[in-house]
């Protein structure tokens, strides 16, 4: 059975033609919404659906897709709310040390005392590095950047991730 994982979520409509507007969910929003990029609809109660990317543009926080054979807002209303997934034959290989989110969200972050800080919840692309949201026990979520002077190993067989916290950046968490 095909794995699909998530790129986006259609959250609602822009304007009158066709256009809708996609909350990404991906590291590759050039890859994923280039015109011909396949993508599946995934709606509660309904059959998947393949959807051809006609078109792409940002517009704020958003990215908005039109899609080959639904060109205006009555063709794409019914697809609100609805997940946009990629399946797993269509990932492409990544260089080394890079790494789809689904494969670093759910790992256990050691710090360089072999002691467990959480688990990676979230990951936030706020501009230069992604951060990871990383959940604690007991206190509130750690941030942590996705630099080499931090993260100092990504070991996926043993399902972790080994930090070197700097001074001072936990400190407000506490």
Same mark, same amino acid.
């Given at each position: 059975?095909? &794995?699909?994982?998530? $790129?986006?979520?259609? *959250?609602?409509?822009?304007?009158? @033609?066709?256009?809708? @507007? *996609?909350? /990404? ?12 990029? $396949?993508?599946? %609809? ?14 792409? @543009? ?16 009555? +063709? $794409? ?17 990544? &260089? ?14 050691? +710090?360089?005392?072999?002691?467990? %800080?959480?688990?990676?919840? &979230?990951? %936030? ?5 992604? *951060?990871?949201?990383?959940? @604690? ?10 630099? /080499?002077?931090? $993260?100092?190993e990504i070991d996926l067989d043993a399902n972790e991730v080994h930090v070197e916290i700097p001074?001072?950046?936990? +400190?407000?968490?506490?």
């Amino acid at each position: 059975m095909t &794995e699909y994982l998530n $790129v986006g979520k259609i *959250v609602n409509t822009h304007g009158i @033609r066709g256009e809708v @507007r *996609v909350i /990404s969910q991906t590291d590759f929003p050039e890859q994923r919404y280039q015109k011909g990029a $396949v993508l599946t %609809l995934f709606q509660q109660g309904k059959a998947p659906l393949k959807l051809t990317i006609a078109n792409h @543009r940002k517009h704020k926080n958003f990215d908005l897709l039109i899609f080959e054979g639904y060109p205006n807002i009555n +063709d $794409v209303e019914p697809f609100r709310d609805g997940i946009l997934k990629v399946s797993e034959e269509d990932l492409t290989d990544l &260089e080394e040390n890079e790494y789809y989110y689904y494969e670093i969200i759910g790992l256990d972050v050691i +710090d360089e005392e072999g002691k467990l %800080l959480g688990k990676i919840k &979230e990951i %936030l692309s706020p501009g230069a590095n992604d *951060v990871w949201v990383v959940q @604690r026990k007991g206190q509130k979520d750690a941030l942590i950047p996705y630099i /080499s002077s931090v $993260v100092k190993e990504i070991d996926l067989d043993a399902n972790e991730v080994h930090v070197e916290i700097p001074e001072g950046l936990l +400190d407000d968490a506490n």
